[in-house]
């Protein structure tokens, strides 16, 4: 009896060791009320990537207020974080201060344009760049230190606080999407709706 009990003892243990060096997970991606969902600019988060720079959580001024109370910092030309998302539109969420610098971001391997971080103070969770009208597919969105800055500003450094995205309709191969019957993307002709509890949204399109 006893030496059924110390091999459940051992059993446990061995348990609680295995889950013990597991990594500790992120934040899981954000739904907003505007459609978009926020992923952390965090290379531990699905679909972002990173070359140069490290995930800042200490430097008081630059991380507070921020989303998850970190960003990703990279302070020389060329460095770059990326994500990777499926949907038609993208935001790219950042710091502004008067020493932060000049990005320019990519698309799908295609200058899209830049963003400009300067600002005479401190504001956070600033939208610096936005594109609407992507193809409804997957895309890469890499984000890169220009090693330059506004005529205002005085550094080039970049910090990325979080990624936005609307997902389209269509989702990536081999994922399932599921839309309301009173969804925007569906049309209808001769057509009315009933409440109907139970049904997915509560009402039943006829």
């Avoid at 006893?2 to 013990?20: E, H, R």
């Avoid at 952390?40 to 008081?60: C, H, I, R, W, Y």
């Amino acid at each position: 009896m006893k030496t059924g009990f110390k091999q459940f003892i051992c059993l446990l243990l061995a348990i609680v060791m295995c889950f013990s060096i597991i990594p500790t997970s992120f934040a899981a991606a954000t739904e907003l009320e505007d459609g978009y969902t926020q992923v952390n600019a965090n290379p531990d988060e699905e679909g972002v990537a990173t070359s140069g720079g490290f995930l800042n959580k200490g430097a008081s001024g630059y991380i507070d207020g921020n989303v998850e109370g970190d960003e990703w910092y990279m302070g020389d030309a060329g460095n770059y974080i990326s994500f990777t998302f499926s949907g038609t539109a993208f935001r790219l969420i950042t710091a502004k201060n008067n020493d932060l610098g000049i990005a320019e971001v990519y698309i799908d391997d295609q200058l899209a344009g830049e963003a400009d971080l300067y600002n005479s103070e401190w504001i956070k969770q600033q939208v610096t760049f936005e594109k609407t009208g992507l193809e409804d597919a997957e895309h890469v969105v890499k984000v890169v230190v220009a090693g330059r800055h506004n005529e205002s500003g005085t550094g080039n450094t970049i910090v990325v606080d979080a990624f936005e995205y609307l997902p389209g309709i269509f989702a990536p191969e081999g994922q399932w999407v599921t839309l309301d019957d009173n969804d925007s993307a569906i049309t209808y002709t001769d057509t009315f709706q009933g409440d109907f509890g139970g049904t997915y949204g509560g009402k039943v399109t006829f």
